[in-house]
């Protein structure tokens, strides 16, 4: 027996029930003549959607997830500990923070690259979109690495009237290191792409075989 349905709420009715459905009042047509319901799209949307695309959780770690959250925050707290040790006129400590807010202003930019990488990684959550901003976020985590490369290879100089003397503190040299697992870790942000999962083949059958 045909089966008539109405188009709204899918609703099914035998043919010669009735030519109207009792729910929408809307009139009733052949049910192969209706469109996938939105449902049906959906399971289907899933169904062809690809590994890569599949959607991770908000406290997902793998694939360099969570590494890049560690060390952008490793990143921001070593630029607040000691890059320079003064040792003439006066000893004194001074963090890359306080370089950048005297004459070394450009240092800024190494501690928002770290800002944005947070965002950045914890918005990515598939692993198409985490191999997407690979780029973007090795070229970031490699920004304080530059200005301590600029850093050390020109230095700060006082005015002639006021001589100064110092060396370079660890945490110059940890957040040069952050910085650089930073951008290596970034380049394999999203880790290799999964495989394709396996349709399932057909189950063998005896047609056309000789029995004995």
């Known amino acids: 027996m045909a089966l008539l349905a109405c188009p709204f709420c899918r609703t099914l009715y035998p043919e010669g029930e009735t030519a109207a459905c009792s729910e929408c009042g809307l009139a009733l047509v052949p049910l192969a003549g209706l469109p996938p319901s939105q449902d049906a799209l959906a399971e289907e949307e899933v169904a062809h959607r690809l590994p890569e695309d599949e959607r991770l959780a908000w406290s997902a770690w793998e694939r360099g997830r969570g590494l890049l959250l560690l060390l952008a925050v490793a990143g921001l707290v070593s630029f607040f500990l000691p890059w320079v040790e003064l040792t003439f006129p006066e000893h004194e400590f001074r963090s890359g923070f306080d370089l950048a ?83 290596v870790t970034a380049l394999f942000f999203g880790g290799p792409l999964p495989p394709l999962p396996r349709e399932a083949e057909p189950a063998e059958s005896s047609i056309g075989r000789t029995l004995h």
């Open 101 to 183: 807010r005297g004459r070394a202003g450009w240092l800024w930019g190494g501690a928002v690259g770290w800002f944005v990488v947070l965002p950045l990684v914890l918005s990515r959550r598939t692993i198409a979109a985490m191999r997407g901003v690979r780029p973007i976020t090795a070229a970031l985590c490699a920004m304080t690495l530059a200005e301590v490369l600029m850093l050390v290879l020109v230095p700060p100089s006082a005015p002639r009237a006021v001589p100064m003397t110092f060396e370079w503190a660890f945490g110059l040299y940890l957040s040069a290191a952050i910085s650089g697992a930073g951008a």
